[in-house]
T-cell receptor, first 115, second 111 residues
Framework: EAGVAQSPRYKIIEKRQSVAFWCNPI?????LYWYQQILGQGPKLLIQ????????DSQLPKDRFSAERLKGVDSTLKIQPAKLEDSAVYLC?????????????FGPGTRLTVL | RKEVEQDPGPFNVPEGATVAFNCTYS??????FFWYRQDCRKEPKLLMS???SGNEDGRFTAQLNRASQYISLLIRDSKLSDSATYLC????????????FGAGTRLFVKA
């Protein structure tokens, strides 16, 4: 079974530029999550989708971050404009049903460096 | 205060040692609990779910104490391959839940 796919794996940009990340969850998984993991910290949930609807985006900095999950499958996360403090690994995860007992399966992440 | 707090570590132990990690959570609405493992520069992977009755998987034992709001992970007979960061994870809420990760505890197992 294919895992969660993410691209690109690495991205280096200058501050104030824009960047987009893509995620393809495990086939059939209804729930998709985007996390931000800063070095030395645990992942922080940015947004959670159930199919193509948003369940939680309370920690998404909406002035610069946006995310969508068209057709309830793939998802993109965008940052515009980027700040130095956005340097982190952006992890996408998916799970079957969106129940709080679900296992979340993570992709390899996109490592973003903002200069 | 963070909603999920873990022992800061790192823990440096010899092979064969027993090591225990603790995690506390502050929100009593927390419903489900997990330990994830994260290797260096890799993604987190589920190690085990944590149940009120406690659960064991080989050398790993997880315990949950809802009254005191803490979770523990015990690793017996440590192996070199156990070296990783162990993340305590709490899901708060039921219908629309929220996932909160602790900062992780780093374990180094040495020969």
């Amino acid at each position: 079974e294919a895992g969660v796919a993410q691209s690109p794996r690495y991205k280096i940009i200058e501050k104030r530029q824009s960047v987009a990340f893509w995620c393809n969850p495990i086939s059939g998984h209804a729930t998709l999550y985007w996390y931000q993991q800063i070095l030395g910290q645990g992942p922080k949930l940015l947004i959670q989708f159930q199919n193509n609807g948003v369940v939680d985006d309370s920690q998404l900095p909406k002035d610069r971050f946006s995310a969508e999950r068209l057709k309830g499958v793939d998802s993109t996360l965008k940052i515009q404009p980027a700040k130095l403090e956005d340097s982190a690994v952006y992890l996408c995860a998916s799970s079957w049903y969106g129940q709080n007992t679900d296992t979340q399966y993570f992709g390899p992440g996109t490592r973003l460096t903002v200069l | 205060r963070k909603e999920v707090e873990q022992d800061p570590g790192p823990f440096n132990v010899p092979e064969g040692a027993t090591v225990a990690f603790n995690c506390t959570y502050s929100n009593s609405a927390s419903q489900s609990f997990f330990w994830y493992r994260q290797d260096c520069r890799k993604e987190p992977k589920l190690l085990m779910s944590v149940y009120s009755s406690g659960n064991e998987d080989g050398r790993f034992t997880a315990q949950l104490n809802r009254a005191s709001q803490y979770i523990s992970l015990l690793i017996r007979d440590s192996k070199l391959s156990d070296s990783a960061t162990y993340l305590c994870v709490v899901n708060r809420g039921t219908g629309g839940f929220k996932t909160i990760f602790g900062a992780g505890t780093r374990l180094f197992v040495k020969a």
